[in-house]
């Protein structure tokens, strides 16, 4: 009975293919750029102006290469690692989630829901997540430690770091409140 019960449970398995695919908690976008870059900066400026429309598990991080050699060389390994083809080795903007890709966006709802496709079926296990960015980091980092890459998350970018909101206040209310203070006591003498 046992023999009978075992091998029905592997043809079962066989058959139906059990999937070790999980949704994640978290999925990086990653977006290559140049400096100068004017497409990427509309498109960054249109995925910042659009953040409310993109999940919280989805993080966006950017990484400057046109003047920055070191993130360069991790945009070359990354753009041969999922296949671009040589003659687009250079393109930004570069958006990598997993091992899918995009080469070029428009600051339109169209293209930010390919990237959020993208990352979505990360998110809900439909696909199996390989970070192929920082595999391919540590990849170089191995062959050469004083790699350093400069990443920025979008906030960052922006300057959205709510920290640094409340202390810009925080100095402009002290600053406001003591001219205050000076006035109120410079008219009483």
Same mark, same amino acid.
């Given at each position: 009975?046992?023999?009978?019960?075992?091998?029905?449970?592997?043809?079962?398995?066989?058959?139906?293919?059990?999937?070790?695919?999980?949704?994640?908690?978290?999925?990086?976008?990653?977006?290559?750029?140049?400096?100068?870059?004017?497409?990427?900066?509309?498109?960054? /400026?249109?995925?910042?102006?659009?953040?409310?429309?993109?999940?919280?598990?989805?993080?966006?991080?950017?990484?400057?290469?046109?003047?920055?050699?070191?993130?360069?060389?991790?945009? &070359?390994?990354?753009?041969?690692?999922?296949?671009?083809?040589?003659?687009?080795?250079?393109?930004?903007?570069?958006?990598?989630?997993?091992?899918?890709?995009?080469?070029?966006?428009?600051?339109?709802?169209?293209?930010?829901?390919?990237?959020?496709?993208?990352?979505?079926?990360?998110?809900?296990?439909?696909?199996?997540?390989? /970070?192929?960015?920082?595999? &391919?980091?540590?990849?170089?980092?191995?062959?050469?430690?004083?790699?350093?890459?400069?990443?920025?998350?979008?906030? &960052?970018?922006?300057?959205?770091?709510?920290?640094?909101?409340?202390?810009?206040?925080?100095?402009?209310?002290?600053?406001?409140?003591?001219?205050?203070?000076?006035?109120?006591?410079?008219?009483?003498?």
């Amino acid at each position: 009975m046992k023999k009978y019960l075992l091998l029905i449970t592997m043809l079962l398995v066989m058959v139906l293919g059990i999937n070790n695919v999980y949704a994640l908690d978290e999925v990086t976008v990653y977006f290559f750029r140049g400096n100068t870059c004017p497409h990427c900066e509309e498109s960054l /400026d249109f995925i910042n102006n659009n953040k409310d429309k993109i999940d919280a598990k989805i993080k966006i991080v950017t990484y400057e290469v046109w003047k920055n050699t070191h993130n360069e060389r991790l945009h &070359q390994a990354v753009a041969k690692a999922v296949g671009v083809p040589d003659n687009s080795l250079d393109s930004v903007p570069f958006i990598v989630v997993g091992t899918d890709y995009k080469i070029g966006m428009n600051p339109t709802l169209e293209d930010l829901n390919s990237v959020i496709s993208m990352a979505n079926k990360y998110l809900n296990g439909e696909e199996e997540y390989t /970070d192929i960015v920082s595999e &391919q980091a540590a990849k170089l980092k191995k062959e050469n430690r004083d790699l350093k890459f400069k990443a920025l998350t979008i906030d &960052q970018l922006y300057g959205n770091n709510p920290v640094a909101t409340y202390i810009v206040f925080g100095v402009f209310g002290v600053l406001v409140i003591g001219f205050v203070c000076l006035i109120v006591f410079s008219r009483k003498n």
